[in-house]
């Protein structure tokens, strides 16, 4: 029986379902094979890999049905993909333009508040040393008498906290800067080396042998009469052959 139209789409394509006749078919095949309880000699493995075969064809072709009934679906889905690619891809641009404008107004900002801070701590070191000499000179005039000494040194000290208010007064604009609402900065990275990352840090990557890769390996090797199990042994792999049943 040709079981290539086992999958029927109807009405408007959405509708999926199993032709009469591959049902049929199925249950038939499953009938039969179900006899098949034990493999005692060659006659019955004979038996045995005849159902085997019908059944891989059967399954085979309801495989090539599926592709057939799939690839406009296919098609469609990658056009529907495409179509809205293109259209957002504007929307994403500016999203990432925006985006970039936030975060370099939020880097700004942080660089104000450190030049702030600096201004801010180098005043308070000025003012906490004019201060220190202030009370020195004070002291000295008081102990030698001398008024004069007094006055002025109390002067120059008004005059030098009247020019760090000055100062701080000119950087308040700087500190009520703050970081804009919605914007924060999180970790990321770059990986330079994944070599060097697994060898100091192995807990940070995933390694997965290619199986498809060391099969094909492995059957290069043996055409060229070269000893497969050697020579993936000194890679740590351990090669083997197991038994395959062919249902062709």
Not at 176 to 202: K, Q
Request: glycine fraction near 2%.
């Amino acid at each position: 029986m040709n079981t290539d139209n086992t999958l029927i789409l109807a009405g408007n394509g959405f509708e999926l379902t199993i032709a009469p006749e591959a049902e049929k078919a199925k249950a038939a095949l499953l009938e039969v094979a179900a006899a098949v309880r034990c493999v005692r000699d060659n006659d019955e493995s004979a038996d045995a890999q005849y159902h085997l075969r019908s059944l891989a064809a059967m399954r085979i072709a309801v495989e090539k049905s599926r592709k057939l009934v799939k690839e406009p679906v296919n098609r469609i889905g990658k056009l529907i993909d495409s179509t809205a690619a293109n259209f957002v891809a504007e929307l994403e641009s500016e999203e990432k333009r925006i985006n970039r404008l936030i975060g370099d107004h939020a880097q700004e900002l942080a660089r104000l508040k450190r030049i702030k801070e600096d201004e801010e701590r180098r005043a308070f070191e000025e003012a906490r040393a004019a201060r220190e000499a202030a009370e020195a000179a004070a002291t000295e005039a008081e102990d030698t008498g001398r008024m004069a000494d007094i006055i002025a040194a109390k002067k120059a000290e008004k005059e030098r906290q009247d020019a760090l208010a000055a100062r701080l007064a000119a950087s308040e604009e700087v500190a009520a800067t703050n970081v804009a609402n919605g914007v924060r900065f999180a970790w990321d990275f770059e990986t330079d080396s994944i070599a060097n990352v697994y060898r100091l840090a192995p807990e940070l990557v995933t390694l997965e042998i290619r199986r498809a890769a060391v099969i094909s390996w492995l059957k290069a090797l043996e055409e060229t009469s070269a000893d497969p199990v050697a020579a993936a042994q000194t890679i740590g792999i351990r090669a083997f052959k197991k038994p395959v049943v062919s249902t062709r």
